[in-house]
T-cell receptor, first 113, second 115 residues
Framework: DQQVKQNSPSLSVQEGRISILNCDYT??????FLWYKKYPAEGPTFLIS?????DKNEDGRFTVFLNKSAKHLSLHIVPSQPGDSAVYFC????????????FGTGTRLKVLA | DAGITQSPRHKVTETGTPVTLRCHQT?????MYWYRQDPGHGLRLIHY???????DKGEVSDGYSVSRSKTEDFLLTLESATSSQTSVYFC??????????????FGPGTRLTVT
C-alpha cells in the first residue's frame, strides 16, 4: 500500500518558469510533510516542510501547498533554475512518537536552459 | 552539513556474507534511521532508533538487524547478504522532540552491491 504517491516520474520545465511537483497521500493521520531534493550520488537534502495545520509555507523560491481535504500537496519552484534539476521526494509523517515518515517514489525535474 | 557520515561509501560483497554499514553523527540527535533507495520505490525505512539500545522495525526490515550502543553510532547489519539487498543505503537523523523541528537530515549514502 503506497501511502504517499508521486504520480509523475519526470517533469521538464523551461528556466525561469514555474515548476509544480505534486504528491498525494492516503493516510489522513499524517500531520507533517517534507520535501527533499536529491542529486545523483548524494544524500537527500531537506527543502521545506509544512504542518497539517497550515495550507501554505514559503521559503524563498520554494512554496509548499497542502490541501487536506484532497490529501494533496504540491511544491512550487519559482523561478526555476538549471541547478534545480534533481529528483524531488515528498514525505508524510507524524510529529509524535518516533517521527517516522513515508516517502514517495520521487519526481525527476529537469530545468532546461 | 548535518554532521552525518556513513562508512563504507561503496562496497561489493558476495551472496551469503555478512555486511555491516555504519552511520556516525556528531549532532547528538536522539533519532536515527536507515533507509534504502531503489528505482521505482523511493526511500523505504528499514529500521530506526529512538535512543541508545532502543530500536524498532520499519517497512522493509526482513534480512536486516541494527544496533545502537552509543548515541552517535547506528549500525545496520545484513546477516547473510542477498542480491535483493543490492541498493543504496541512507542513514538519517532527526532532532529531539523539543521545538518545532521535525525534519530528517540524510547522510551521503552507501552503495552496496551483492554479487
Amino acid at each position: 500500500d503506497q501511502q504517499v504517491k508521486q504520480n509523475s516520474p519526470s517533469l521538464s520545465v523551461q528556466e525561469g518558469r514555474i515548476s509544480i511537483l505534486n504528491c498525494d497521500y492516503t493516510n489522513s493521520m499524517f500531520d507533517y510533510f517534507l520535501w527533499y531534493k536529491k542529486y545523483p550520488a548524494e544524500g537527500p537534502t531537506f527543502l521545506i516542510s509544512i504542518s497539517s495545520i497550515k495550507d501554505k509555507n514559503e521559503d524563498g523560491r520554494f512554496t509548499v501547498f497542502l490541501n487536506k481535504s484532497a490529501k494533496h500537496l504540491s511544491l512550487h519552484i519559482v523561478p526555476s533554475q538549471p541547478g534545480d534539476s534533481a529528483v524531488y521526494f515528498c514525505a508524510g509523517g507524524f510529529t509524535s512518537g518516533t517521527y517516522k515518515y513515508i516517502f514517495g517514489t520521487g519526481t525527476r525535474l529537469k530545468v532546461l536552459a | 552539513d548535518a554532521g552525518i557520515t556513513q562508512s563504507p561509501r561503496h562496497k561489493v560483497t558476495e551472496t551469503g556474507t555478512p555486511v555491516t554499514l555504519r552511520c556516525h553523527q556528531t549532532e547528538n540527535h536522539r533519532y536515527m534511521y536507515w533507509y534504502r533507495q531503489d528505482p521505482g520505490h523511493g526511500l523505504r525505512l528499514i529500521h530506526y532508533s529512538y535512543g541508545v539500545k532502543d530500536t524498532d522495525k520499519g517497512e522493509v526490515s526482513d534480512g536486516y538487524s541494527v544496533s545502537r550502543s552509543k548515541t552517535e553510532d547506528f549500525l545496520l547489519t545484513l546477516e547473510s547478504a542477498t542480491s535483493s539487498q543490492t541498493s543504496v543505503y541512507f542513514c538519517a537523523i532527526s532532532p529531539s522532540s523539543s521545538g518545532s523541528s521535525y525534519e530528517q537530515y540524510f547522510g551521503p549514502g552507501t552503495r552496496l552491491t551483492v554479487t
